[in-house]
């Protein structure tokens, strides 16, 4: 991530106690890295203070300061490692349940706004204004907040075999080709998992993927949105199958869009993870990588405030 020194004065600004009303933190090289004049003159226009990242850690930084100089509104302008550093900031700070998380889509697939209805950057703007302000779940993975999913398996290892350049020819796509390249050597997870919901349910075998989502949800048919609203977590086991059977079923219709008996899906406010191998596993949250060799997930409900776009729905089960 790269921006100029205007990001720099920003946060040292926030520490000289300067108190900002409403903020957007921006990934001025997220998705194409055409973006950062739209936001920057669309943020001007509708009175935002914007703080560009330089690398690393800095939208946390910068969640954290703004959400402790008193702005209501923090929005996050990148993909979704941009959203999950926001969050995490706005997490140190002990402000989810005390200010408005906001979103403006400028990353390569941008899944998330998407399942809060939220279509594009000036719509984002329009949103964040007028949109109607709903209170959402935050899922976590050992202590560790995440609002769109946690995900382990073929699908982590591919999104994080997937470098910039790909993105940046291929958008969404370079995340398929990487998974079908990694398929065909793909020896599976070997995993023990422990769901509650009104009593518990057991799963352990060899998985090739494990999809936990907050605001997404793994069928389906068009839109990916979850129920955010639930206190549930939306879960999806894929076993290890041999890869013709797989490739078969993942045209992905009928993989995601239908029961079938190498899938397994719950709906579960708990759900504990343990690898069975003898090295840690790569798991994805919102994007950002990490290793576990033990996963409990929760939910916090409606502890979180998001402007929605028009197309959020808050029963999205009822379209299936």
């Known amino acids: 991530m790269k921006a100029d020194g205007d990001a720099v004065d920003d946060l040292a600004a926030t520490e000289d106690g300067i108190e900002y009303e409403r903020v957007v933190i921006s990934n001025p090289i997220s998705g194409d890295g055409t973006h950062r004049e739209q936001v920057r003159s669309l943020a001007t226009e509708h009175d935002y203070t ?26 996050a302008s990148g993909g979704d490692g941009t959203l999950h550093e926001v969050i995490l900031g706005l997490d140190e700070a002990d402000a989810l349940d005390s200010v408005t998380f906001g979103v403006v889509p400028a990353g390569t697939g941008n899944n998330f706004a998407g399942n809060i209805g939220v279509r594009g950057i000036s719509h984002a703007f329009d949103v964040l204004d007028s949109g109607e302000r709903r209170r959402i779940d935050l899922g976590t993975a050992n202590g560790r907040p995440f609002v769109n999913s946690c995900v382990g398996g073929l699908t982590a290892d591919a999104s994080h075999e997937t470098d ?5 020819r291929l958008g969404v796509l370079a995340y398929v080709v990487n998974t079908l390249q990694l398929m065909t050597d793909y020896e599976g997870l070997p995993l023990s998992i422990e769901a509650s919901d009104e009593g518990d349910v057991s799963w ?12 997404r949800r793994f069928p389906t048919k068009g839109r990916t949105q979850a129920n955010m609203e639930d206190g549930l977590l939306d879960v999806t086991i894929v076993e290890n199958v041999p890869t013709a059977n797989l490739l078969q079923e993942a045209t992905m219709q009928r993989l995601f869009g239908a029961e079938t008996e190498n899938v397994t899906h719950l709906k579960t406010p708990t759900l504990n993870i343990e690898i069975e191998g003898d090295s840690p596993v790569e798991f994805s949250l919102d994007g950002e990588m990490g290793e576990w060799d033990e996963l409990t997930l929760d939910v916090r409900e409606n502890v979180l405030e998001i402007p929605v776009g028009d197309e959020y729905e808050r029963y999205p089960e009822k379209r299936r």
Do not use: H, I, M, Y
């Open 50 to 75: 914007v703080l560009e990242t330089q690398g690393e850690g800095d939208a946390v930084e910068f969640a954290r300061k703004a959400a402790e100089s008193g702005a209501s509104l923090v929005a």
């Open 164 to 168: 910039p350049e790909q993105k940046e």
């Open 204 to 215: 352990s075998g060899d998985a090739v993927f494990v999809l936990v989502g907050n605001g």
